[in-house]
């Protein structure tokens, strides 16, 4: 099945689009647009806002790659998004993500997936404790 | 408001749930027992199968404590749940999480919740570097 | 806080509307009108469509009420809708839901919940003996 | 991969559920009954109040066909319903949505299910202005 | 496509892992391990706390199995998790979940979605008789 | 109940964020600071992407501000955010939506709300005719 709109091909990209691209194979190291920025250059300001975007949020800073590609499953998982999930965990084993700490990983997504739909369920009241963190 | 059951005081609590009672404040060094768990006491199966259940996945592996409680976050922020958002963030600085470290994480859980619905809204097609990970 | 709309009192109500919220009062057997129904009354289709929709909907047949409402609990926790779980977890002790179907109807959501990003994370492939249901 | 049910073909349908899908047909300008019909009429019931509700809602009115259908998009995109995107963004376009305005929904879209999961993950107080809307 | 794991073949498997394994076949009455369980088993400690946390949850008790498959379709749909929506619904109809029940199994589930966004949108006031439940 | 982090006040900010909190004042014409933008201030970098991002996405364009706002509030319906609800629905006011287009507007997002469970919970096929949009 085809995406809604006809991804933008390298050769058939604006100036603009274009250094967009370029930016992400050499920041990605790799010879190619993957789908979903050829998919976000249907209009060009979003693949311009979110690549810049994603750039800035994803160096390395008080957080390394690896982790915040892990917490990018996380939520990937959390909302099911198939590409996103795929997209993430590749990129976090890229960043050293042993297999262990994606079994970890995965446990933790589920548990408190589990506990964030019994403590609504439950309406459990907020303790004092918490009310002021 | 209250929750849904009554929580389920100490005093009035039977054998089996005031020995994870009895736990939880040891492990977290508290002397009193959360709203969550007094809560979830009006079914002890689910007490006692949530609680030791977290205990397993949440002690230092391969990921340590903090990595798992902004974890935690992720998964509560993305599901919009007030009680877990508030004493998983609690916890996460509780274990050194510091304000640079937050405000990098928050940032990582917007950007990836607006890139999911970016990608599933457009439908986009799964590269064929995606589809064996 | 208020609702974004102002409810619709009976005495202001239309004829249209009130015949709803007779009918309402007299199906559930009370004698006043929840503000769920006096706010979708400030548009009076939404009003008249949901509340026919939901009697035929919850009328007993080949499941009973006490199942339905506990399926509404069900989706409600898991959607985390506050009004939504407190409304239909009283209607269903109200159809004789004890606290130990309760206690199990809890701990069912919140395995599944759990099981079902567990499963989405791990993108686990669909078993052939599932493809054909 | 098959639905769960058999979808009803229109030569084995009921005369209440030809009747639906004759409907649908002359509504839609279509000789074919789209497979979402065919399922839900799988519980014929379900399939004449999801239709004729449907048919009510989406009527122009105070708000126009494709102001509607972009809405349902919006709805499908953060629900991540593969099905739903597909149907509801062709029908969009059908009601004469361009592919700019394409790109500013999806772009607003987008923004929103990030600024939503910011404003849930820091706790944002309501402020005074919004408390009585 | 794949998993984002190797799921884990009997024959692979470490003792640990077989003897759930086994129970799982037995427990279920079938001479093969469903996928989920053998991606599962890529993390040993969540194979064995998710199968026997379900098998204990999953037990008829004060609700019987059929009920509770019920309920994990009812979560399943909501969270839109196909795997999990297969696997439920074949599972409901071989505890005798005729097709008018899940006719209106779904139609709960359909209903109480709507009503769920209804009641959140319009940000609908709590009753007072809802408030102490 | 307070948010996890201190907003920040107009005269504790620096000439950065000041920067950003005069833009939001004079582009809202309004002289206080709303508390979704004085928490995100709380990192910096976060609140000049996510304001300037929304300056961009929010100017009239292909769509007007007030479809811009209903889309927002149907997003944040379908996410159940309650202060992005009262915020969106009361721009979208101020843009001129009326009551009837409000009330159109909600029930075009329960309807698909509903319609997009159903879909998944039936695993209805994808037509041919979705397949290539």
């Avoid at 991804?7 to 604006?14: G, H, K, N, Q, R």
Wanted: some cysteine.
């Amino acid at each position: 099945m085809s995406a809604t709109v006809t991804p933008v091909a390298y050769e058939d990209a604006s100036d603009e689009v274009r250094a967009v691209y370029d930016d992400i194979m050499s920041s990605r190291n790799i010879d190619f647009v993957p789908n979903v920025w050829r998919t976000l250059a249907s209009h060009p300001p979003t693949l311009a806002r979110v690549w810049y975007g994603l750039e800035e949020i994803m160096a390395p800073g008080a957080l390394d790659a690896r982790t915040k590609e892990m917490i990018a499953v996380a939520v990937s998982a959390t909302n099911g998004c198939e590409y996103c999930i795929r997209s993430h965990t590749r990129q976090a084993r890229g960043h050293g993500m042993t297999e262990e700490m994606y079994g970890e990983l995965m446990a933790v997504i589920g548990m408190f997936n589990q506990t964030n739909k019994l403590i609504e369920g439950y309406q459990v009241e907020v303790d004092d404790f918490l009310k002021e963190i």
